[in-house]
C-alpha cells in the first residue's frame, strides 16, 4: 500500500512539474492553453501503466493502456472481475486521467498468479 502511495506521489509530482515548465515556457491563451497544461497522451499512458504495475494486490502484465485526450482505455486480461474494478480505480487516480474505459477488459481465471 505504501509503495502505491508513494509511486502515485512521485507521478503527481512528475506530471505536475512537466505542466508547470510547459506553462513557464509558452504562456498561452485559449485552447492553446489547454493543450500545453495538459499531460501528453504518451506521459499518461506511461503513468497509468506504472501505476498499474505498483499495484500490490492484483496482477496487471497482461493489461494493455491506451490514453487518448486524457481517456484511458483498458485492454487485455486479468484474473477477476474485482481487479477490472481494482484496474479502473488505479487508472482513475492518475492525474490528468479524465475517464476510464475497460470494455475491452476481459475475465480470464487461468491467470491466477
Known sequence: MHRTAALLLALTVSVCGSVASAQAAAPATGQAAKEAAAPSDETLTKAVSSALEADPHYYFRHVTVRVEKG???????????AAIRRARAVAGKVPGITRVETNQLKVDTQLRR
Not at 482505455?73 to 472481475?81: A, H, I, K, N, T
Open 71 to 81: 481517456v484511458a482505455q483498458l485492454g487485455g486480461y486479468v484474473d477477476s472481475g
